[in-house]
């Protein structure tokens, strides 16, 4: 077709050519402005197979139980990090309702910095699963509220203690009259010793989760 029979020759086909041309243009420019200003895509954190035989060499969990805590961590992970923080955790329907995650985090977080990484979150997890040892739990148990971590309870964190081994069966009240009968008897708070015998298998299945 020639551009005659086109409309596009003389002044009139010169000015619709320089109208395409720019309407080209325009659209150009419109379509990498949208690019530009897409958000990138999120880094995904992903452990090393070395980091992932590592743990299943420390904890209770296999290679590829292993693998599954860390699609959960990543997909927690919002910005890519590779650390975790507290209300990131909460997000976990297993963590969401769990009363002492925060000290929990903070007895396993080595660095204190408030956040947890995904070695501290797998050996969390693994002191928190059905997997772990009787003898284990009762010592994580024993650490969750050694707050000082000089080896005894104190007085003020028997109560926490206490509500945590017997749940709702007592009011705040009534509770607090029964620490005080045991603060009577261990004015110094808790040994481990004196607290594992207070320990049964029902209290501890309250230090288990579902992972």
Not at 75 to 92: I, P, T, V
Not at 148 to 176: A, K
Request: aromatic share 8%; net charge negative.
């Amino acid at each position: 077709m020639t551009l005659a029979a086109a409309g596009l020759d003389g002044p009139v086909g010169d000015r619709r050519l320089r109208g395409q041309t720019m309407s080209r243009r325009r659209q150009k420019a419109e379509t990498e402005a949208v690019v530009a200003a897409a958000p990138a895509p999120k880094p995904k954190f992903e452990p090393t197979a070395a980091e992932m035989k590592a743990l299943a060499k420390a904890t209770h969990f296999d290679e590829q139980e292993v693998s599954q805590l860390a699609q959960r961590f990543s997909a927690l992970d919002h910005d890519g990090g590779g650390s975790l923080s507290a209300d990131e955790l909460l997000m976990m329907p297993e963590l969401s309702m769990y009363p002492l995650l925060k000290r929990v985090l903070a007895m396993h977080n080595v660095n204190k910095d408030e956040n947890i990484d995904f070695d501290e979150f797998v050996r969390t997890m693994s002191m928190l699963s059905g997997k772990a040892t009787l003898g284990e739990k009762l010592k994580f148990a024993f650490n969750i509220f050694d707050v000082n971590e000089n080896g005894r309870i104190q007085p003020n964190e028997m109560f926490t203690v206490f509500r945590l081994l017997t749940g709702r069966m007592h009011d705040d009240v009534d509770l607090q009259q029964i620490v005080d009968s045991y603060l009577q008897r261990f004015p110094k708070g808790l040994t481990y010793d004196l607290f594992s015998q207070m320990f049964t298998i029902s209290d501890l299945s309250k230090l288990t989760l579902n992972v």
